[in-house]
C-alpha cells in the first residue's frame, strides 16, 4: 500500500491541526495504521496507532487526551488530530501501516510495512 501524508503546517502554541494519511492501492481497513514523528536531533517515535479489525486506539502518554487518530475506511485515509500543540512537538509527521504487524508492534518495535513521506508540523511559541 501506498500512503501519502499531508496537512503539515506552523501552527501556534495551543493550536491545531488535522493531518491526513491517504492510502492507494490496497483499502485501509484491514490495516493496523499509525503516526510517527522525528523531532530534530531525535529519534523517530510512536505518536498514535489504530488497529484495522477492532479500531481500538493507542497513544503515547505524552500526547494523550489530547491527540486522536480517527480513520475514514469508505475514503482509506487516516487522520490526526492534534489539540494543544506544543513547540516541542515541532516534527517531521509520518503515517504508517502494517498488514502484518498489529499496532501495539509498531507502537514498541517500530515495524511497519509501509511509511509515508513526512509532512512538517512546526508549533512556533
Known amino acids: 500500500v501506498q500512503l501519502q501524508a499531508s496537512g503539515g503546517g506552523l501552527v501556534q502554541a495551543g493550536g491545531s491541526l488535522r493531518l491526513s494519511c491517504a492510502a492507494s492501492?490496497?483499502?485501509?481497513?484491514?490495516?493496523?495504521m499509525g503516526w510517527f514523528r522525528q523531532a530534530p536531533g531525535k529519534e523517530r517515535e510512536f505518536v498514535a496507532g489504530?488497529?484495522?479489525?477492532?479500531?481500538?486506539?493507542y497513544y503515547a502518554d505524552s500526547v494523550k487526551g489530547r491527540f486522536t487518530i480517527p480513520r475514514d475506511n469508505a475514503k482509506d485515509t487516516v487522520y490526526l488530530q492534534m489539540n494543544s500543540l506544543k513547540p516541542e512537538e515541532t516534527a517531521v509527521y509520518y503515517c504508517?501501516?502494517?498488514?502484518?504487524?498489529?499496532?501495539?508492534?509498531?507502537?514498541?518495535?517500530?515495524?511497519?510495512?509501509?511509511w509515508g513521506q513526512g509532512t512538517l508540523v512546526t508549533v512556533s511559541s
Open positions: 489504530i488497529s484495522g479489525s477492532s479500531g481500538n486506539t
Open positions: 492501492g490496497r483499502t485501509l481497513s484491514s490495516y493496523a
Open positions: 504508517a501501516g502494517s498488514s502484518r504487524y498489529s499496532v501495539w508492534t509498531m507502537m514498541k518495535t517500530g515495524r511497519v510495512d509501509s
